[in-house]
């Protein structure tokens, strides 16, 4: 499609169409300005994209991000989208041995059945009502801040304010959070278990001083207002389509196969140029909304690019015949995979995974979590794998930081998912080779992404699928008004790397629309 469909100029050229982008074209357009969106790749959706990767299977997979809970639902009323989500009945499965027998941790299921899975895993209530005590705070913190995400941010002082619990202050945004971990739980499984949101695709100790363990806690339990994290109804890439929609109805063009190459500005209008197969050429606007990450923009104005930060997760993707049955009878797999599955994720074992990697090796017991997107929306796979009991099973991996994959990304991943799947099956009563579904070539259904293939695929600096590490929800010096304000008054930030970016939410595309909207006084504050 031409860039410019005969017109030369628009308010606004969104520069990339990722899922935040999206959202901020369909809420400028909404508001009547003429708005083109250029992409790079041939497809909308950035890392919020569903793909069939098995050759001849029909089973469309959410490949990256895979789960929904940072978006709110003011976006997706405000853009009347066609985007629904599912919740899971089960939080988390965590199975372990204790005295030569196969156990775990079921929750999930009512409050009665977790209460009664925490006493027969420790022998007594008391961690069942730190369980409570903990994430009821968290709680109530969810409902006080994830509000403020899509409004212009708060001070520290006034966020601390609105939290109006100093204990949770302390918990969640002063110490590190493997002292509240401590503080709260006694059972190494259960401290695990709370842990692992500190940890998803940040490389840090639990004691961590820079925090970074923190921040990306708080963004895991305050999502929605509760915390939960629900299945995206039809995979993630049903998330795009709704919004490549909803910004198609308001007028917004979109331009597939266009590359941004270069943004100049004086801060009242601005220039984009951009290349396609058929040659370059450039377009005109009085905004440039840039949905790619901090480097990409530094890059784009002639800024000089922050250092990336390290990417830690390693992603795969599976296809089974079937759920594999457990070793700890007491528990069904579909229970146990519809929720997070946690493997060699306990508390001290998350700690030697640390070690080991910031030592330069791979962990010996990759900790991960996995989970069966298909038990709680069958809708990505066929009729037919459906009649015959097929099922999808999501791995993300902690503790696995770029640097690891430098000197062989191919045999390191292979090795990682060697040993990581060997966690998995020292908890199942056969192996998952054994449930493996076949492509059409015969090949086993099963994809693994590291940080470095995501650097690739994707243009996420050092593979980070924040973008950069995770901001505090309030105000520091530079950050703006709206977190999304960059050195040209008419040029800004809406990926994942603005402040209050990250996850699948489209908060830094909403943002970045209001700052727009409120004219270049208020954006300029």
């Not at 940072?70 to 599912?86: A, E, H, S």
């Not at 009664?116 to 409570?132: H, P």
């Not at 530094?298 to 079937?322: S, Y």
């Not at 010096?477 to 939410?505: F, K, M, P, Y």
Request: negative net charge; aromatic residues 6%.
């Amino acid at each position: 499609m031409a860039a410019h469909e005969g017109r030369e100029e628009y308010d606004a050229v969104i520069v990339g169409g990722g899922h935040n982008g999206l959202v901020a074209a369909a809420y400028l357009a909404r508001a009547g300005l003429s708005v083109l969106v250029l992409e790079r790749l041939d497809h909308t959706g950035g890392a919020a994209v569903s793909t069939r990767p098995f050759d001849g299977v029909d089973a469309r997979l959410s490949r990256y991000s895979y789960l929904v809970s940072l978006l709110p639902r003011k976006i997706v009323r405000d853009l009347d989208l066609d985007f629904r989500v599912r919740g899971r009945t089960v939080s988390s499965y965590t199975p372990v041995e204790r005295g030569g027998r196969p156990t775990g941790l079921l929750v999930g299921g009512g409050e009665r059945r977790t209460r009664e899975a925490f006493a027969r895993l420790t022998g007594s209530g008391r961690e069942y009502e730190a369980w409570q005590r903990f994430y009821g705070m968290t709680g109530r913190v969810a409902q006080r801040v994830f509000p403020t995400l899509t409004e212009p941010l708060p001070t520290r002082d006034e966020l601390r304010r609105r939290v109006d619990d100093e204990e949770a202050w302390r918990v969640l945004f002063e110490e590190p959070i493997g002292a509240a971990v401590e503080e709260y739980f006694a059972d190494d499984l259960v401290r695990g278990a709370v842990l692992t949101d500190a940890l998803i695709g940040t490389f840090a100790d639990a004691h961590d001083a820079s925090l970074r363990q923190n921040r990306c806690f708080l963004y895991h339990v305050i999502g929605g207002g509760t915390g939960a994290w629900d299945v995206p109804v039809g995979g993630m890439g049903a998330l795009t389509d709704a919004l490549v929609r909803a910004a198609r109805a308001a007028g917004v063009v979109i331009a597939t196969g266009h590359e941004a190459v270069r943004i100049e500005s004086d801060g009242h209008t601005a220039e984009v140029a951009f290349r396609t197969e058929d040659g370059d050429g450039t377009v005109s606007a009085r905004h440039v909304l840039v949905n790619a990450s901090p480097q990409a923009l530094a890059q784009l104005t002639g800024g000089t690019p922050p250092a990336p930060a390290e990417g830690a997760q390693l992603k795969v993707n599976m296809l089974l015949t079937r759920l594999p049955a457990l070793r700890d009878p007491s528990v069904d797999p579909r229970e146990a995979f519809s929720g997070t599955f946690h493997i060699a994720e306990g508390y001290e074992q998350l700690a030697t995974a640390y070690a080991e990697a910031a030592a330069g090796a791979p962990p010996t017991a990759p900790p991960s979590e996995i989970y069966c997107h298909s038990l709680t929306d069958p809708t990505i796979l066929g009729p037919d794998l459906v009649e015959r009991g097929y099922q999808t099973l999501t791995l993300f991996g902690l503790h696995t930081p770029a640097r690891l994959f430098e000197r062989d990304n191919d045999g390191v991943r292979e090795e990682l998912v060697k040993s990581t799947l060997a966690q998995l099956d020292a908890h199942l009563a056969e192996p998952l080779e054994d449930c493996l579904a076949t492509d059409a070539q015969g090949r086993p259904c099963i994809e693994a992404k590291t940080p470095l293939d995501l650097e690739r695929e994707l243009r996420l600096p050092g593979g980070n699928i924040f973008h950069r590490e995770l901001a505090w929800p309030y105000a520091q010096q530079g950050t703006g008004r709206w977190g999304v304000e960059t050195r040209h008054a008419n040029v800004l930030l809406c990926g994942a790397g603005a402040v209050r970016g990250g996850g699948v939410s489209g908060v830094p595309g909403h943002n970045a629309a209001m700052a727009v909207l409120e004219g270049p006084d208020a954006a300029a504050r």
